[in-house]
């Protein structure tokens, strides 16, 4: 059941991006419930669903990510309209709406399920995510170094 269960969520994941017009990246950067939050109000964003993602266990509970024992981020996958809103723009939101210089924390919230990660859905999602990082780097905006993980995305699994 468990294989079927993990096929189903890659399924979800590859039916999210068949869509021309939408384009889909999942974000982690501390409590999903903050980053849903802001990316409902983004113009051009369609779908926000939170979720877990970047672990070793297979269908997890919000209990078990709690634990910190899963390898999974809170996280969230957001669909958005390309000719609304673009990338980088998904990006400088990201990076203005949490801290990427705290290692696996984010105000109160501590545990790696609260780290600052990318998980890429294409390579051009990789070399925008790359780039804005380095930016980031060389206009020293950031009063410490970025910890931002740039991670593929293997499996995202909705809360």
Known sequence: M???IR???ILKDWRMNMDNQHEVVTLGGGCF???EAVYLEVKGVVEVVSGYSGGDVDEPTYEQICTGSTG???VVQIKYDVDEIDFKEVLNIFFSIHDPTTLNRQGNDIGTQYRSVIFYH???QLKV???TIEKLIKDKLLPAPIVTEIKKLEIFYPA
Request: charged fraction near 15%; hydrophobic fraction near 35%.
């Open 122 to 124: 294409d390579t051009n």
């Open 129 to 131: 995510s790359q780039d």
């Open 2 to 4: 468990g294989n079927y």
């Open 72 to 74: 999974h981020a809170e």
């Open 33 to 35: 419930w903050c980053l």
């Open 7 to 9: 096929l189903m969520a």
